[in-house]
């Protein structure tokens, strides 16, 4: 079973960059889909982006389309989250999620991955 382990967040002034790094366990990696969630003190959980398992396809919603962009080495079982021009309103608690898929997937709900990494703090300041 794949397990997540996150790094990569941190504080950066608005406009900067960050890349968070979501490594896993096992050898079946190629095998999950990936996404990347984030949650904000007294908001929902959002969806950030997913990439299939291959890495052939990516889905962002508008909110960070343009400026985000995930990624995947399979060879080092690790996907990535490249963060550009950061706002304040990116505020918020990182999370990677995987679930094990037959085919090449984009999932974008939360409730569709069922393992989770234990999220990585990203503070934008203004």
């Known amino acids: 079973q794949v397990q997540l382990v996150e790094s990569g967040g941190g504080l950066v002034q608005a406009g900067g960059s960050l890349r968070l790094s979501c490594t896993a366990s096992g050898r079946t990696f190629s095998t999950y889909a990936m996404g990347w969630f984030r949650q904000a003190p007294g908001k929902e959980r959002e969806f950030v982006a997913a990439?299939?398992?291959?890495?052939?396809?990516?889905y962002y919603p508008d909110s960070v389309k343009g400026r985000f962009t995930i990624s995947r080495d399979n060879a080092r079982n690790t996907v990535y989250l490249q963060m550009n021009s950061l706002k304040p309103e990116d505020t918020a608690v990182y999370y990677c999620a995987a679930r094990w898929v037959f085919i090449e997937s984009i999932l974008v709900n939360q409730y569709e991955y069922d393992l989770w990494g234990q999220g990585t703090q990203v503070t934008v300041s203004s």
């Open positions: 990439i299939s398992r291959s890495g052939g396809s990516t």
